[in-house]
């Protein structure tokens, strides 16, 4: 049995403390039960944080340190994370849901964001402009200062390891807002900013509602930069405030990303892009593979083969699914499984027919759903524009290479997209005219930390990951001298 803490607190200026607006109970969407309570943030707290953060960077003791030290400690914070995974993983999967091995992922992909940006520190590198002889110029980059940070459910250690370790990297301090669902398994970053020695202030994390603290910090007059990932309404709530305080915002937000399957591709690969793009992490995945736009001469060959493969999944409590392997775990809240649900449901009503899945797994109580795959769905309907955040496959036909980019292309989103083709000159076209962030050739969620991630349309603007990542983070300054 996994025992876990009974009461977490908010993490501010290098203290544990309770929150002004009391307490929130985090649920196991496996069963159903209450784990543990977090303390909940209000104005004040967040106010506590913004100020720690502040401080810090005015007393220049994170951002002035030599970009060598700072990503030492920042390559440290990761490597902490890697030495805790036993306790991490557990705490992870019992409150978001996934498979424990999904969690060891995580925790793995969380730690090698502070791996890759640790070594980036030192890169951030000005240069000098000649004026001629009576001149001297160079131009300079300096953290923001005080980076706030709204991070969803889903991949709650990701998506905080994306930001928060290129904003340290950077020489920011940060006030992270933690998923009301999934704040516990934030707390191991406090204990690495801690272990590595970082200043007290660099990493405030705080948990509390989206309209509360959340409002607060987007908001807060002294926040110098803000990153928000997450649903589009709630992005363009805080690009609202942040444009009232004239501070730069990086929004991650949703998408609807579609592989185009032509007649000669491996079917074999595809299969398994399609049990990853779309059933990791029970399809909670901004990048995930909600459509599949195939052509009609081998339509109904690849949807019994997915059918046959989302079958073979074995969908149950995430804390039994130690091992990587073929199955699936737990969405985050039996109310996230019943928008899918009655999406999948909607979407039959308009005509499209259901190759698998759709139901509850009769012998578990919790937030589950099975593996799903919709046929005959049509580029107008609900189920193709928007998005479920759940493992939900739409599949779409084309016949002409056109048809397919213009479906891909069809809706508010562009997050990522993917094309699957042995011709190299189609893979180049289709990858020119999609509009989406990232394209994948040949396999889907090909990249890594070191590729620029990001949306096109609703999807979002500014990017993650990779180099581009790094000038969210700093500010450009010139300096002009007239010499005597
Ligand atoms: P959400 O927008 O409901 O919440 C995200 C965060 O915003 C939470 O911490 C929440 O408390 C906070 N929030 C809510 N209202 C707020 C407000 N008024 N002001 C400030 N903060 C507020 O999203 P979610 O349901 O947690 O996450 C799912 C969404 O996130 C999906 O649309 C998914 O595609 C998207 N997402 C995108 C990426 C990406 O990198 N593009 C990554 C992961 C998730």
Redesign the pocket.
């Given at each position: 049995m996994n025992e876990i803490k009974q009461y977490w607190q908010n993490y501010i200026d290098g203290e544990w403390v309770d929150g002004g607006a009391g307490r929130i109970d985090v649920i196991d969407p496996a069963t159903g039960k209450t784990l543990a309570q977090h303390a909940l943030a209000d104005a004040r707290d967040v106010d506590d944080a913004v100020q720690a953060a502040r401080h810090l960077h005015q007393s220049r003791d994170w951002s002035g340190l030599r970009p060598v030290d700072r990503g030492r400690k920042v390559r440290a914070m990761g490597q902490y994370l890697l030495h805790k995974i036993d306790e991490i993983a557990p705490v992870l999967t019992l409150e978001q849901g996934k498979p424990l091995w999904e969690s060891r992922v995580e925790i793995t992909g969380a730690a090698r964001y502070f791996e890759y940006y640790g070594n980036q520190a030192e890169t951030i590198e000005g240069r000098s402009i000649p004026l001629g002889d009576k001149y001297f110029d160079f131009t300079t980059y300096e953290p923001y200062g005080v980076s706030a940070q709204?991070?969803?459910?889903?991949?709650p250690l990701e998506?905080t390891a994306r930001s928060l370790s290129a904003a340290l990297a950077t020489g920011n301090a940060c006030v992270i807002?933690s998923?009301?669902l999934t704040p516990l398994s934030l707390a191991w970053f406090a204990l690495a900013a801690e272990a590595a020695g970082l200043p007290d202030g660099a990493v405030n994390i705080l948990c509390g509602?989206?309209?509360q603290a959340?409002?607060a910090?987007?908001g807060h007059t002294k926040v110098n930069q803000v990153v928000?990932?997450?649903?589009?309404p709630?992005?363009i709530?805080?690009a609202k405030a942040a444009a009232l305080n004239v501070v730069p915002c990086v929004l991650?937000?949703?998408?609807k990303s579609a592989a185009i399957v032509h007649e000669d591709a491996n079917l074999d690969s595809f299969v398994d892009d399609v049990r990853w793009g779309i059933y990791f992490n029970a399809g909670q995945t901004?990048s995930a593979m909600s459509r599949v736009i195939v052509h009609d001469s081998i339509h109904d060959e690849l949807v019994d083969r997915i059918a046959d493969m989302a079958e073979t999944l074995s969908v149950g409590p995430g804390i039994d699914r130690p091992k990587i392997g073929a199955n699936m775990g737990a969405m985050v809240s039996l109310q996230q499984r019943d928008r899918a649900e009655i999406m999948v449901t909607e979407a039959i009503g308009s005509g499209a027919n259901l190759a698998t899945g759709g139901r509850r797994p009769k012998r578990h109580v919790g937030a589950f759903l099975e593996p799903t795959v919709l046929t005959d769905v049509t580029p107008d309907m609900a189920i193709a524009r928007e998005?479920i955040?759940g493992p939900v496959l739409s599949v779409l036909r084309f016949q002409e290479d056109e048809d397919a980019i213009e479906i891909a292309n069809s809706t508010q989103y562009g997050?990522v997209g993917g094309v699957f083709t042995r011709d190299l000159d189609r893979a180049t076209r289709a990858a020119q005219q999609m509009r989406a962030g990232q394209v994948f050739v040949n396999e889907w969620f090909a990249g890594g930390v070191e590729t620029p991630f990001g949306?096109f349309g609703k999807?979002?603007y500014g990017r993650?990951k990779g180099r581009e990542a790094l000038w969210n983070y700093v500010q450009t300054k010139n300096v002009a001298i007239r010499l005597g």
């Open positions: 709204i991070i969803p459910w889903n991949y998506m807002k998923p009301e509602y989206g309209r959340g409002a910090l987007a928000f990932t997450g649903s589009v709630t992005g709530a805080v991650e937000l949703g998408g901004c998005e955040f997050l949306g999807s979002g993650e």
